[in-house]
């Protein structure tokens, strides 16, 4: 079994069936797609994961623990984190601040000996400071540190949003459209960005993408939705060639 | 190397503020300079600074609209009229409703009776917190200033315990420090300044912490926050209770100031001078709401003058009547939210560093020579 599981995961919105019957197998180190026309029901399927909606029927399982309809903030906590579509820093906030926030969630020390500066609270802080200048220092941020989020260039702030799902020592990062809004020099980029941050963090990636040529480099496994069903899975190669996707993608090919 | 040698000086000028602030202080307590007028009102200034300071955390640091101030601050200021008059007053203060039997026999030194006004403060934030804080934006205010109503209300009622409408006087002032081997006394003003000064230290010391980072992610972006790990709820009741506990502690003090309590002045109108304090100081700065209370809690002292008859080269001025000192207020927070929405500071501190770059600034020579950099 893989990191995560989705099994029979279905969706409902009063009468709209978003996700139906979802089955998904994420296998641990792979950076792996969720890919559809709009409105197939990626961000809904990652929105259950997260703990955003909890699933009509079915179960989410996470390193073999069942996490369906947990709040997200617990579920980040158990090593899941995610980017948003429309990206969502903290914009009056620091690069760093940002990066600091991210590692909250592990805080020992309470809010009171937080606030008094105790001595095992100082080390706190003065460790979580350093972590996150280390991880901007990796990442090729650390020299923007002391600007404000909304300040960066559009490529940045991505950059940055992935930055601080990192911080919070996440096992398996769910990318939603990284590469919204990107060129395909700066795509290049992203992809290179997604590979070395796998290698380099031992992650396990799960993206919905709508950039193919950024989908078929870098996915190990690529997963298809249309109308909320999964019509294919397989790599780059099956996927491509599956009549099934070709339909969903550009329509039935009419008779002569 | 510089920068090394600046906060050197910095931290000189902060120390000589402090000097400065305590010798001010010890004139005015020992009656040297100024009068009971201004004492009086820099004590009120000193109180609305702690309260607002806290409303700021909730408002301009967490994000939550809460409009509740002044019914945490009655919890406080109750508490400690109930529990710090002699026991031997109690009878002829409760001369309606005789007061509880249990509660007429207990008395307890100001300064617990204070702090368990802050924490009754802070446990009824959190209850009401709890269901409350699931609401956002203007909901939570029309919540919060219900509950603060609520309060008031109850108050009236429990004739008991608070001696409804009649309210309670004769609360004894804040008892003065006496060190009796040196001879030296610390009045009333010394133990307001300092836990005002103790409040803004404690308040700020949090917002830099961790949680205050996670406070602020909360405001900036709640659904990015939690995404982060951070519990949402559990960080609002946090702030909200935080600042209930400061505002109680408030109430406390406002109560032993002025040596009465009744529900009126815990009207909800009450908590509009402190969301203007920090709307003028920048939500989001304890140093703006500091320098905010001072203006706003003097000005309005000040402004008085507006509500007395002017006679002018023997003619009577017929708007100088009162409530002419309302008006102007009125006029006042007009112009302030029109011209000036982030405040002094919006959301930025103020310090040495800032000070000595606008004066810098406003010097025509530097401007000349610097001018091409910026």
Known sequence: MGILKLSGITMKFGGVVAVNNLNIDVEKGNIEALIGPNGAGKTTAFNTITGVYTPTEGSVYFNDEEITGIAPDKITKKGIARTFQNIRLFKNLSVLDNILIANHLHIKSNFLSSTLRMPWSRAEEKYMKKKSEMLLEKLGLLSINNEKAHSLPYGEQRKLEIARALATDAKLLLLDEPAAGMNPNETEKLAEFIRTIRDEFNLTILMIEHHMDLVMEISEKIYVLDFGHLIAEGTAEQVKNDPKVIEAYLGVEEDA | ?374
């Open chain 2, 1 to 374: 190397m510089i920068t090394n040698k600046k906060n050197t000086l910095f931290r000189k000028l902060n120390i000589l503020t402090v000097i400065i602030a305590i010798i001010l202080l010890y004139l005015i307590d020992s009656d040297i300079v100024g009068n009971q007028y201004i004492k009086r009102i820099l004590n009120l200034c000193a109180i609305y600074t702690i309260v607002s300071v806290s409303m700021n955390l909730v408002n301009g640091f967490t994000g939550l609209f809460s409009l509740g101030q002044a019914g945490f601050m009655a919890i406080g200021a109750y508490t400690v009229a109930i529990f710090t008059v002699p026991v031997e007053l109690r009878e002829s203060i409760f001369y309606v409703v005789p007061q509880n039997p249990v509660l007429s026999q207990i008395q307890i030194p100001f300064f617990p009776a204070l702090l368990i006004g802050g924490l009754l403060a802070a446990l009824v934030a959190i209850l009401i917190g709890m269901p409350v804080l699931r609401l956002k934006s203007d909901y939570l205010a029309i919540a919060t200033l219900g509950f603060s109503e609520i309060i008031r209300i109850i108050f009236t009622n429990i004739k008991t315990i608070t001696n409804g409408a009649l309210g309670i006087n004769r609360i004894p002032a804040i008892p003065s420090l006496e060190l009796d081997n040196f001879n030296i006394s610390f009045g009333p003003m010394w133990s307001i300044f300092g836990i005002a000064a103790l409040s803004v230290l404690l308040i700020s010391l949090l917002v830099n912490s961790s949680y205050g980072r996670a406070f602020k992610a909360i405001r900036e972006d709640d659904i990015a926050a939690q995404a982060m790990g951070i519990s949402p709820f559990k960080h609002k009741v946090m702030s909200f209770a935080i600042g209930a506990f400061f505002a109680g502690i408030g109430g406390g003090l406002l109560a032993s100031l002025l040596g009465t309590v009744d529900p009126k002045q815990f009207y909800f109108t009450m908590t509009y001078n402190f969301l203007l304090i920090i709307v003028l100081g920048g939500m989001g700065s304890i140093s703006g709401t500091v320098i905010a209370s001072f203006i706003v809690t003097a000005g309005l002292e000040l402004l008085r003058f507006f509500d007395e008859p002017l006679t002018l080269f023997g003619v009577n001025i017929p708007i100088f009547r009162a409530g002419l000192r309302m008006v102007i207020y009125s006029i006042l927070l007009m112009v302030l939210v029109l011209f000036f929405r982030n405040g002094l500071l919006g959301q930025k501190e103020l310090s040495w560093n800032a000070i000595i770059g606008w004066f810098k600034n406003k010097m025509p020579s530097h401007k000349k020579s610097e001018g091409g950099a910026l």
